[in-house]
């Protein structure tokens, strides 16, 4: 059974829209996290959360908007969606802050 | 900003030949990881190794904090080692990685 679930696997919008991504982990983990990979660009670190916090945000633009309902689920809502932002989005867990890092499926986002 | 830089940016092995992959970062550093990416994007921690050397199977890592660098060891190659290696590093607890832009490893029979 896969211990981090992100959903839709994969996703297309229009410019201009809004889309919220998915992740749930099944690892009892309390830091959560957000990374995006563009084609030819090293995997970006977007934000990171422990407990529920956020610890860190490493995003430029307030576009992009972490939610954490639960302990185990850290969503990321996209608002005004431009082309630019067509990357794939991993979610990632660990034990604690620092810890070793475990990656979702990931969620593949093309904006058109 | 901290820069990993990952070398060699590709490998072409022949089935059992021995790789060597080297990180090398800008800043010292709190975690640091070895990752493999399938070639359908997927990630899988291979090494969560911050200092000294660790082995499973047929992989070693060892990193080294004062000269700010890890290598990944590969013995024996086998077909199912290609894809991408990444590494990253982290320098404090509440960032999370930077990653290198990876090496692509091919093995062939």
């Known amino acids: 059974d896969p211990k981090i679930i992100q959903k839709p696997k994969y996703l297309v919008a229009v410019t201009g829209s809004e889309k919220i991504l998915i992740c749930e982990q099944y690892?009892?983990?309390?830091?959560m996290y957000w990374y995006r990979q563009s084609a030819k660009k090293p995997l970006e670190f977007m934000f990171s959360?422990?407990?529920?916090?956020?610890?860190d945000n490493q995003t430029a633009s307030s576009r992009f908007q972490p939610q954490s309902s639960k302990k185990n689920h850290l969503d990321l809502q996209i608002t005004a969606l431009k082309p630019d932002d067509s990357a794939t989005y991993f979610c990632a867990s660990s034990q604690e802050r620092g810890g070793e890092q475990y990656f979702g499926p990931g969620t593949r986002l093309t904006v058109l | 900003g901290q820069q990993v830089q990952q070398s060699p940016t590709s490998l072409v092995l022949q089935e059992g030949e021995n790789a060597e992959l080297q990180c090398n970062f800008s800043t010292s550093l709190n975690s640091m990881q070895w990752f493999y990416q399938r070639p359908g994007g997927s990630l899988v921690s291979v090494f969560y190794n911050p200092s000294g050397t660790k082995q499973s199977g047929r992989l070693t890592s060892t990193t080294v904090i004062k000269e700010r660098r890890s290598s990944l060891h590969i013995s024996s190659s086998q077909i199912t080692d290609s894809g991408t290696y990444l590494c990253?590093?982290?320098?404090?607890?509440?960032?999370?990685?930077?990653f290198g832009l990876g090496t692509r490893v091919s093995v062939f029979p």
């Open positions: 990253a590093m982290a320098y404090n607890y509440a960032q999370g990685l930077t």
């Open positions: 959360y422990s407990y529920q916090k956020l610890m």
């Open positions: 690892l009892g983990h309390n830091a």
